[in-house]
């Protein structure tokens, strides 16, 4: 470890020490010294933050190299590039990186509609709320893997029981969050929307929808989560295909290096949705000072 | 938009009109006429009843007692030819201006809404976000929102009281100019004396729920405010409003009462 401090206090000096090559113009001209020596600056603290795992990458390389560290327990990164770039080569990475994906979304497009669904039913019409929201909300207090081994009895362990822990963990997220974001539209801007004669209809698409939708897209990104979480568990317990079964079934045979393109694969994903809901409150949410700065 | 040939204003005549909170009566049989095309302007103190008031003649409130006349018939309900600024300019922060303007109407109106935005000075900020004007801004785009529907009663609840002094003056001669051009009959809520008298035709003072001066504004148009005459009338009202002592404390000022507030949650 002690080498790697060594290396880590002099790598920042590694950009200026690369200026003096220019020493002959700098001294023709002052200026393009003190420029050239910003430049070398800004590009020093952008490598900063990629040192430490560049660093680690390095040590854990060695030490499989070296044979310190056993691919049992660790394979070296560089075989693990290897093993997914022929699971990739192989068209295999991509059918299970499809059926574990089309997984997801789907239990996404079931549990989320419902609660998106139902949320706008609670959160406009009282009848609804009183009759439905305080059920919900005890529901909502059971952790959706807790109901694994009902599930398993209910469904056995085919796809049926995947996409109903996937739906109901979703569902909850986005429920509470439509429901509290229509309840906290401005009730000024309904009573002006009465006022200037809006219907019913076009109150609801052009006061209450988009008054709600910050909120609604906060719950997708907590269902997003969500979702690749229980998508795991629930590939981990059974699975025909997908990347579950892909690093279960790479586990049997003691493919270390498989099991770890299939946890970065999870990991993958995950930043995927992210980005993409990330996109979607950046697209719908333009009107929102929070937003204007990261288009601008 | 039918500038040329302008609708006129409506009559409007408050009968014995009454509204109580619960227990708490905010205005007492009230009566009041006002004729087409007249600017007239609500004063009081704060928690006075004047935004009841409007908020009454606005079909917002069911008055308790008492009913309220447009050109001879009684008001039942939201009226299309009625309009209100609010005091917050209530703008949807994710519709651009134009489209703010153009709310409720037909999609072949939407060169009305450019029209009246122009008229108000803001004709080269049409697709910008309500979030990027400023407050003066906003309620110039609000005031163009009441306008292009040609509303025959414009309804004002304090749409100013949030600006800076000078952002006033220049709104002042803006809605009076838009009021001599399109001539509807105008109820301005207010809390300052000057803005009424530089603006309407009749002062009403409410005091306690109940209309307590009606005086006529004979000043000529447009009126300076630095005027010897005006000064005079300012005064006069402003001490006429100061004279009664505040009985109770003034509480924090009721005009939107929580009951109908919540009841708007349900508004669909």
Redesign the interface.
């Known amino acids: 470890m002690s080498g790697g401090l060594g290396s880590l206090a002099v790598a920042p000096s590694t950009p200026s020490a690369s200026t003096p090559a220019n020493t002959p113009t700098e001294a023709a001209a002052g200026r393009p010294s003190s420029w050239l020596r910003s430049a070398g600056r800004t590009a020093a603290r952008r490598a900063l933050p990629w040192l430490l795992p560049v660093f680690l990458l390095g040590a854990w390389q060695l030490s499989a190299a070296l044979g310190w560290l056993s691919s049992r327990v660790l394979p070296a990164p560089w075989d693990v590039l290897a093993a997914a770039w022929t699971l990739a080569a192989s068209g295999e990475l991509w059918t299970h990186v499809k059926v574990s994906a089309g997984r997801a979304l789907l239990g996404l497009a079931i549990g989320g509609g419902l609660g998106l669904l139902l949320g706008l039913l609670t959160g406009?019409?009282?009848f609804f709320e009183t009759l439905l929201d305080s059920t919900i909300q005890m529901v909502r207090n059971i952790p959706a893997l807790a109901m694994i081994p009902l599930v398993i009895l209910w469904f056995g362990i085919d796809e049926a029981a995947k996409l109903f822990l996937i739906s109901v963990a979703v569902f909850f997220p986005i429920y509470l969050n439509t429901y509290h974001g229509i309840?906290n539209?401005?009730?000024?801007?309904?009573?002006?929307?009465?006022?200037?004669?809006?219907s019913?209809w076009?109150?609801?698409t052009?006061?209450?929808l988009?008054?709600a939708?910050s909120s609604i897209l906060v719950g997708l990104r907590f269902s997003l989560g969500l979702m690749w979480v229980i998508l795991i568990v629930a590939e981990t317990i059974s699975a025909q295909a997908g990347i579950g079964y892909l690093t279960m079934n790479a586990r049997e045979f003691l493919q270390t290096d498989i099991v770890l393109v299939g946890i970065l694969l999870y990991a993958a994903l995950g930043k995927l949705a992210d980005v993409l809901a990330r996109g979607l409150e950046r697209g719908w949410?333009?009107?929102?000072?929070g937003y204007?700065k990261e288009v601008a | 938009m039918s500038e040329h040939i302008p609708n006129g204003g409506l009559r409007l005549a408050l009968r014995s009109l009454s509204k109580r909170f619960g227990q708490r009566e905010v205005l007492r049989n009230n009566h009041l006429v006002i004729e087409p095309g007249e600017f007239v302007a609500i004063v009081g103190r704060s928690g006075c009843g004047k935004s009841t008031l409007l908020r009454l003649v606005a079909s917002l409130e069911k008055p308790s007692a008492g009913e309220l006349l447009v050109d001879g018939q009684p008001v039942q309900q939201l009226r299309d030819d009625t309009r209100i600024m609010f005091q917050d300019a209530r703008l949807l922060p994710w519709k651009r201006v134009l489209d703010n303007v153009a709310l409720g109407l037909p999609p072949e109106r939407r060169g009305d809404a450019q029209r009246v935005l122009q008229q108000v000075g803001l004709g080269d900020r049409l697709s910008d976000w309500p979030a990027k004007l400023s407050g003066g801004q906003r309620q110039r785009v609000s005031l163009a929102r009441a306008l292009v529907h040609q509303p025959r009663l414009l309804l004002l609840d304090e749409p100013l009281g949030a600006l800076d002094a000078l952002t006033r003056i220049e709104m002042h001669a803006l809605i009076e100019s838009l009021w001599q051009r399109h001539g509807f009959t105008a109820l301005l809520v207010t809390h300052d004396v000057q803005e009424a008298v530089a603006l309407a035709d009749r002062v009403i003072l409410i005091e306690d729920g109940a209309i307590a001066l009606d005086e006529r504004i004979a000043l000529p148009r447009p009126r300076a405010r630095g005027d010897a005459a005006f000064a005079a009338v300012e005064k006069r009202i402003l001490d006429r409003v100061l004279q009664q002592p505040d009985r109770a404390p003034p509480s924090t000022d009721p005009p939107w009462p929580t009951p109908a507030a919540h009841a708007l949650r349900w508004a669909v």
């Not at chain 1, 539209?185 to 809006?198: S, W």
């Not at chain 1, 949410?285 to 000072?289: I, M, Q, T």
């Open positions: 406009s019409v009282r309840r539209v401005d009730p000024g801007l309904i009573e002006m929307g009465r006022t200037y004669g809006l019913r076009g109150l609801y052009q006061v209450i988009p008054g939708l949410l333009r009107w929102h000072p204007q």
